[in-house]
C-alpha cells in the first residue's frame, strides 16, 4: 500500500519554522512531528509500504526516512497546476460537508491520498487494507492556524484516556494532577500548580508556582512562570 501526501495551499506560514518549511515536518502533536504520526497511525490501518512525498519537502523527506526504515520513501514533482486542482478538490468536499474534515478517504488500486498539511486521527475502527472502498479515515485538512488548534484538542480528547507519567517528573506534593495528562522526562511542576487533563507537556518543561494548566499541549523545554492560567492552547516549545 502506498501512502501519497500532495501539496495544499494553506495559510499556517506562522506557525512554520521557516518558509522553506512544510506543516507536516515544523508541526508537532504529542511530540511527534506531524508527518511521522500520520505515517504511522496510516501504517498501522493500511500496511503503508511505500510513502511519497513533493520532492520540495527534503526535511519531511528525511524524518520518514529515519523513523522508518523499513518503509521506501519517492520523491515526485508535484506541479503547481496540479497542486491548485487537488487543493480546490480537497476544498471543495469541505466546503459541501461544513467541515474540514476530509472523509471517508478513497483508497483505490493499493493507494492513497491525502493533503501534506493533513491531520489523521487514530480512531478505534476496523480497516482492511486490501479493500478498495471508501474507509471511514479521518483526516482533517489544515489550512488554517485554528484548524490545527482545533486538531489538537480532537486529539488530546480523543487519545489521551489515562494518565502516564515519566519517572523522572518532580511533582510538588501539594500540586494536583487531574483528568488523563501524559508528562513527558525531566518535568518540574512547582508548589500549588493544578494541572486538567487531557493535557500534554513535554519533556524538560517547568510550570511555576500557583499555575493552572488545563486542556493544552506543551512542547519541550516550555516555561511557565508564576500563578499563570494556560487553557486550550498549544505552546511549541524549545527543542
Known sequence: MELTFRD????????????????ASSLKVLGYPLIVRNVNIAQSIFGIDTVSIPDKFSNACTLVQNN??????????????????YTRSVSEFGSANRTRLLTPVEVKDDSVDIPINSLIHNLPATFHSNSCTNQPL????????WDFLNGVQTVLHNELTRSIASPNVNVATTSIIR?????????????????????YIGSGSFIGMSSLVRKSVLGCNTRIGFNCEIGRSFFEGHE
Open 8 to 23: 495544499a495551499k494553506h495559510n499556517l506560514h506562522a506557525l512554520l519554522d521557516s518558509e522553506k518549511e512544510c506543516p
Open 138 to 145: 479521518r483526516v482533517d485538512l489544515l489550512t488554517y492556524p
Open 68 to 85: 522508518f526504515p523499513a518503509i521506501t520513501v519517492n520523491e515526485f514533482y508535484d506541479s503547481e497546476e496540479d497542486s491548485e486542482k
Open 179 to 199: 483528568g488523563p495528562c501524559l508528562i513527558e522526562n525531566d518535568v518540574i511542576i512547582d508548589d500549588f500548580c493544578k494541572i486538567i487533563g487531557p493535557t
